[in-house]
């Protein structure tokens, strides 16, 4: 009874908020203009129709990417495919990863509709897919629902439980129910299965991180290799990658105090959203810092262009681009995981990981309890607690050596043919 008035209150709420959430659309729009393009998808009407697919849930940009191996193994076997997105990043990455299939016909890219039956009834009746794959932890009541209704397995995918997930929902077990009503769960480790199960998860397979199985870009690594010489020259470099607000200070404080070391190492410092490229370029420049913009002073190739490495030789390279994240970690001899010193926890250390770096986060690592806890255990990445401790770490911590990385990358391998598998065998024991 508790959980059909929530479910009932809920599709109220999102009807009388529909207003904001067109509002919202359209102010995200003015900045990014695809918020408001193919808006009827948004509300069920698909021009698409691809019946039988795989439905694979993946909101921004970052489950996007986790998703890529696995999207690539069911094309591979004779799958269709449809993603869903919330965010334009998310969109982009699909349209640019699978623009051969989206052609073809054998995927479509589109907006995941808002939280109504009716919504979702369109999603349904376009595609009716025969399985569902939802990213990483998504609790979206209408879309789980909508789903049994329809007689379509909705599975939650790639998916850990988080501490702090954990302790909140403890005290309003609603979200239990909620989970419960999935038809399985695809998850990380050992640990995230018995965090799901304790909550009345069915049907859970225990299939690894896919991210550890995402291709390399092999162009990024050799512009990397190509440009490493001219940028930095024999000064070991460090990359702050995904760097989030509210702990810019915090890293600048330390590069400052890295750069008076007689390591001096070169920082390549990437901000985690396109909206900071700006503000975080106004306080290295307010700090007297020398830098160079990856916009101004590379063209899209990763070369260099003509006049832009002129004047006083930089300390740091502004990683003001999207997509390119490999490219700035294989610049680096080291690399410093962002949001681990924000309550919203550390962002992937596996990047680094595939490129043999050894990494370094701050003490929130909530997010990724998998696989930053069997990392550290491994010496492969650096917790630290404090900002001392983080500047201490910028000079004086080198890490394991690449074959101890490579040792760890390949044991925590595998997870896509993993998730294939249980798929398979969870569709069939149905």
């Known amino acids: 009874m508790r959980l059909w008035f929530f479910l009932r209150l809920w599709s109220l709420l999102w009807h009388l908020g529909l207003p904001i959430v067109l509002i919202y659309l359209w102010k995200r729009g003015r900045k990014d203009p695809l918020y408001i393009q193919h808006l009827a998808e948004r509300f069920g009407r698909y021009s698409q129709r691809l019946p039988g697919a795989v439905w694979v849930h993946a909101v921004s940009l970052g489950e996007m990417r986790s998703a890529v191996p696995l999207i690539r193994a069911l094309l591979d076997r004779g799958e269709t495919v449809v993603t869903t997105h919330f965010t334009p990043a998310g969109r982009r990455e699909a349209v640019r990863v699978f623009a051969a299939e989206i052609a073809s016909g054998r995927l479509a890219a589109v907006w995941v509709p808002v939280e109504t039956a009716w919504a979702y009834a369109g999603f349904f009746r376009a595609f009716r897919p025969r399985a569902g794959l939802v990213m990483e932890i998504e609790i979206w009541p209408r879309m789980i629902f909508a789903a049994r209704a329809t007689g379509v397995p909705l599975f939650m995918c790639n998916a850990q439980y988080p501490t702090k997930s954990m302790a909140r929902d403890a005290k309003l077990t609603l979200r239990h129910k909620l989970m419960q009503a999935y038809a399985g769960a695809f998850v990380k480790s050992d640990l995230q299965a018995r965090r799901f199960a304790s909550v009345g998860v069915p049907n859970i397979h225990v299939t690894g991180e896919l991210r550890f199985d995402q291709p390399v870009p092999p162009h990024l690594i050799s512009a990397a290799q190509t440009l490493r010489p001219r940028l930095a020259g024999g000064r070991p470099v460090l990359t702050v990658a995904s760097a989030v607000e509210g702990e810019d200070d915090l890293y600048l404080d330390a590069i400052e105090s890295a750069l008076r070391h007689p390591a001096r190492p070169f920082v390549v410092y990437v901000p985690r959203k396109p909206e900071r490229f700006d503000v975080v370029a106004g306080m290295l420049a307010a700090r007297g ?17 003509a006049g832009s490495d002129g004047g006083a030789a930089p300390d740091i390279l502004l990683g003001d681009s999207l997509g390119e994240m490999y490219f700035y970690i294989a610049l680096a001899d080291r690399v410093v995981t962002g949001g681990g010193f924000t309550p919203h926890g550390a962002h992937n250390i596996i990047e680094p990981l595939a490129l043999k770096r050894p990494v370094i986060v701050g003490p929130e690592i909530h997010t ?23 500047t201490a770490a910028l000079t004086d911590w080198s890490g394991p050596g690449a074959e101890t990385i490579s040792a760890f990358f390949e044991a925590h391998s595998g997870a896509t043919g993993k998730t294939l598998s249980a798929l398979d065998r969870a569709l069939t024991s149905r």
């Open 289 to 305: 810092l020398r830098f160079l913009r990856r916009s101004q002073a590379l063209n899209p190739a990763l070369t260099w262009k």
């Open 368 to 390: 990724i309890e998998y696989p930053a806890v069997e990392a550290i255990a491994a010496g492969v990445c650096l917790r630290v607690d404090t900002a001392h401790a983080l």
